[in-house]
């Protein structure tokens, strides 16, 4: 059965740092793109970052580059997100998805299309 995991979630100090992690089983994410999404109370889910194995490439939100770091683990099958410094609004639900092929991009932020499996995410409280 396809499955994908998240852990890592926390409350955090603002300035501090997690890492998430995203286990897959039933399938291998070596050919596929997977991506981080979050959701804050009341607002609409956003892409976070997006690595697709099948080209190499990393894609971060504006709001999270230089502090949110993606990388995977094949050998695991799992994939992280190392988050550095942070702030009160990256607070939500992260959750991973995968199933497309390579990652796609729209107005600056990772997006779901094509991801078909999803996580049922884990929460990150960033407050003092």
């Known amino acids: 059965q396809l499955q994908l995991v998240e852990s890592g979630g926390d409350l955090v100090q603002p300035g501090g740092s997690l890492r998430l992690s995203c286990a897959a089983s039933?399938?291998?994410?070596?050919?596929?793109?997977i991506g981080w999404f979050r959701q804050a109370a009341g607002r609409e889910r956003e892409g976070i970052s997006c690595?697709?194995?099948?080209?190499?490439?990393?894609y971060y939100a504006d709001s999270v580059k230089g502090r949110f770091t993606i990388s995977g683990d094949n050998a695991k099958n799992t994939v992280y997100l190392q988050m550095n410094s942070l702030k009160p609004e990256d607070t939500g639900v992260y959750y991973c998805?995968?199933?497309?092929?390579?990652?796609?991009?729209?107005?600056?932020?990772?997006?779901?299309?094509?991801?078909?499996?999803w996580g049922k995410g884990t929460l990150v409280t960033v407050s003092s």
């Open positions: 998805a995968t199933g497309a092929p390579v990652c796609t991009m729209a107005a600056g932020r990772p997006t779901g299309r094509g991801m078909d499996y």
């Open positions: 039933g399938f291998s994410l070596d050919y596929y793109a």
């Open positions: 690595i697709s194995n099948s080209d190499g490439n990393i």
